[in-house]
């Protein structure tokens, strides 16, 4: 199974700051039709989770223009500029590039 | 729009068998699939397993002798059943949709294994 590793496990950022978070693959996430299989979710307190960014730099629809996400084949980064409070809970990546699909272990996000 | 409804018992015994149901709506379980996402309390996302618009499966091999993922498309509802449950199966479980841009997630459905 492929191991994604979050990085840090938590983030306390001043609001208007902002925070990054990583993420790293065990194995390329790099697919045959140059699609790079990274995903990002945020879990609000209660909630369920929210697909934040699809494919690596896809930004989901109607998620705000604060967040981006770069990376190579193994190793990515979520931004989060400006941060809010809305902004506050779980970041989670994770993968869809084979079975099982799988997720790295969260990096929860609090404010100052 | 697109809605996705988990439900099923609270508490289930151990070592029984859990049955779950995730009824959805505003579209069709013929033209997209469906996955299980479980988390335990205070921790991080598992994939379960999927069913898909032609109704094949995928399991996670770790859940794969104990799991199994069915639907019934005149009644927009898919179904997860998994035996032997243990304590450690405790845990909050989600069935989401994939969309175009975007992912479709159900409340969640809370159960404990517990005797």
């Known amino acids: 199974d492929i191991v994604l590793t979050q990085a840090p496990l938590s983030v306390s950022v001043t609001p208007g700051e902002s925070a990054s978070i990583s993420c790293r693959s065990s194995?390329?996430?790099?697919?045959?039709?140059?699609?790079?299989?990274l995903y990002w979710y945020l879990q609000r307190p209660g909630k369920s989770p929210q697909l934040l960014i699809y494919q690596m730099s896809n930004l989901a629809s109607g998620v705000p223009d604060r967040f981006s996400s770069s990376g190579s084949e193994t190793d990515f980064t979520l931004k989060i500029s400006k941060v809010e409070t809305e902004d506050v809970g779980v970041y989670y990546c994770g993968h869809r590039l084979e079975y099982p699909w799988t997720f790295g272990g969260g990096t929860k996000l609090e404010l100052k | 729009q697109v809605q996705l409804k988990e439900s099923g018992p609270g508490l289930v015994q151990p070592s029984q068998t859990l049955s779950l149901t995730c009824t959805v709506s505003?579209?069709?379980?013929?033209?997209?699939?469906v996955s299980w996402v479980r988390q335990p309390p205070g921790k991080g996302l598992e994939w379960m397993g999927a069913i898909w618009s032609g109704g094949s499966t995928d399991y996670n091999s770790a859940l794969k002798s104990r799991l199994s993922i069915s639907r019934d498309t005149s009644k927009s509802q898919v179904f997860l059943k998994m035996n032997s449950l243990q304590t450690e199966d405790t845990a909050i479980y989600f069935c989401t949709r994939r969309g175009t841009g975007r992912d479709y997630w159900g409340q969640g459905v809370m159960v404990t294994v517990s005797s």
């Open positions: 505003g579209f069709s379980l013929t033209s997209n699939s």
């Open positions: 194995k390329s996430l790099l697919s045959s039709k140059g699609i790079t299989s």
